[in-house]
């Protein structure tokens, strides 16, 4: 019994290698094992008709932005803009929603809408958190704004996930 938790990690380095090694005879490019864990947790994987995956390139329609009553889709945009990390050049998300918001308003008005913004903290999407959140405040003194993005579940009510809490 004591020799299972110490010999797991080495089971599954040695199943994920095993993984990769057939994968890669059916021609698929694994770069990293943890990628292989990830597609062993996937319920569903999405491709083209061709069979190939896509390449990540998402595209936020401004026109079909949804919005509760008494917003804008100009201010769930700019928030969405403000939750999302400019220096994440890899996050596929995070690139959409800032494309969108800079060709929406323009380059020179988006980065204007953004500098109104002082963010004292910003914390990244995590998996365990399933979220980011930006802390700011607009212009001078006056109320704290969060502005949430990520998995709907974990914005509207955040459970304690270790991360800050909150419910809507």
């Not at 803009?81 to 918001?101: E, G, K, Q, T, Y």
Request: proline letters at 4%; aromatic letters at 8%; glycine letters at 8%.
């Amino acid at each position: 019994i004591a020799a299972v938790p110490v010999a797991l990690p080495v089971v599954m380095q040695v199943t994920l290698a095993l993984g990769a090694g057939e994968m890669a005879r059916q021609e698929a490019i694994v770069t990293h094992l943890t990628a292989m864990q990830e597609i062993a947790s996937m319920d569903v994987l999405c491709s083209d008709k061709t069979g190939t995956l896509t390449t990540a390139r998402i595209t936020v329609f401004y026109d079909q932005i949804w919005t509760a009553p008494g917003f804008s889709k100009e201010q769930v945009l700019e928030w969405a803009a403000l939750a999302s990390n400019p220096h994440a050049a890899d996050d596929p998300i995070d690139v959409a929603i800032l494309r969108s918001f800079a060709s929406t308003f323009g380059e020179a008005a988006a980065a204007r809408k953004l500098q109104a913004y002082t963010v004292s903290k910003f914390v990244g999407f995590t998996p365990e958190t399933k979220r980011s959140v930006a802390y700011a405040r607009r212009g001078g003194p006056g109320a704290e704004l969060k502005a949430a993005k990520g998995l709907i579940d974990k914005v509207l009510e955040t459970g304690a996930d270790g991360g800050d809490e909150w419910a809507c």
